[in-house]
């Protein structure tokens, strides 16, 4: 278990610091340099480290989570997070688009915004059901009231009921305000996402610290707040890399505090267990081995798998 802290936390030290160089790319040294080939070298460097840390995230969650309904779950939210980080490179960096097209970009942003925490509630009632089981018909209902709501994103050109341009269009990516329509959608984003980790929690039946357990919802808790700050315009910074890190931050913090279910430790609980045994491949390598298994040559392994072969007072 020492071994598998130690390698944790080597992990989110790589990860911390991959992320700080990619905030360093853009707050500090993409405003230092007036070579073109240099800030597009260092705008190239910080969403490749972006996408290769969402990918291999996916990556990860087809190893470590056991419900293939949860797996599958869990990848479609990483499928939107990528799409939602390409949609923000083809509005601001590497594609030169008309007003119109890079709005839309914009608006495509609520398609994750919306969907992502419904996945969660559907996560939610998967968690604890056994292989195979599908969610309630009612509950697909759910995604009627989150089409509608990315439907009025997406025409806010028609009506302005999500965003409002007084001064026009062409200066809408830094003049614009809010409609009644915005604070719907974003309660939509908030209340489901509350919902997921309250019910991460009420679901709970793993022991251990519970102070950990509770780490999803201080995320959530924090994420509001910072939310309601950018919303109010306090400050400002790239806000589709932090969803992004924030989101695979609060399920990450699921899967690592056991709310989510996942085969983290196996191999250490098998190690550690008293039971005799050893797991091989087909070219008879052992891969993992329990402490209380005697070691056992190539030649006796080929044996076993035929008759049994006594080992002293063992067979």
């Known amino acids: 278990m020492a071994i598998s802290r130690k390698r944790s936390v080597l992990y989110l030290s790589v990860i911390g610091v991959l992320l700080l160089i990619a905030y360093s790319m853009r707050h500090v040294f993409h405003h230092m340099t007036d070579n073109a080939l240099l800030g597009i070298s260092m705008m190239t460097l910080r969403w490749v480290i972006h996408i290769t840390l969402t990918v291999f995230w996916c990556l990860s969650l087809r190893r470590r989570i056991l419900s293939r309904s949860i797996r599958r779950l869990l990848l479609s939210v990483g499928g939107l997070l990528l799409f939602w980080q390409i ?31 419904l996945l969660g509630v559907f996560i939610i009632a998967h968690i604890g059901k056994p292989e195979g089981y599908h969610s309630p018909s009612w509950m697909k209902l759910l995604f009627i009231p989150a089409s509608a709501l990315i439907a009025v994103v997406m025409t806010n050109d028609f009506h302005q009921l999500v965003f409002t341009f007084h001064n026009g269009f062409e200066r809408y990516n830094s003049d614009y305000g809010y409609g009644f329509m915005y604070i719907i959608v974003m309660g939509w984003f908030v209340v489901t996402g509350l919902y997921f980790v309250i019910m991460l929690l009420v679901k709970s039946r793993v022991p251990g610290s519970k102070s950990f357990q509770k780490l999803p919802l201080m995320i959530m808790l924090g994420a509001i707040v910072f939310w309601a700050g950018y919303s109010m315009k306090l400050y400002t910074g790239d806000l589709t890399a932090m969803d992004c890190v924030i989101i695979i931050l609060l399920l990450e913090s699921a899967i690592q505090s056991g709310l989510i279910p996942s085969n983290m430790h196996y191999s250490e609980l098998f190690n550690q267990s008293t039971i005799a045994a050893q797991i091989i491949d087909h070219h008879h390598t052992v891969h993992y081995h329990s402490s209380a298994a005697e070691p056992l040559d190539e030649t006796t392994i080929k044996k076993a798998l035929t008759q049994t072969v006594a080992l002293g007072d063992t067979l």
């Open 87 to 117: 949609v923000r490179i083809i509005k601001y960096d590497y594609v030169i688009v008309t007003e119109a097209i890079g709005r839309y970009c914009w608006y495509s942003y609520y398609i994750p915004m919306t969907l992502v925490p």
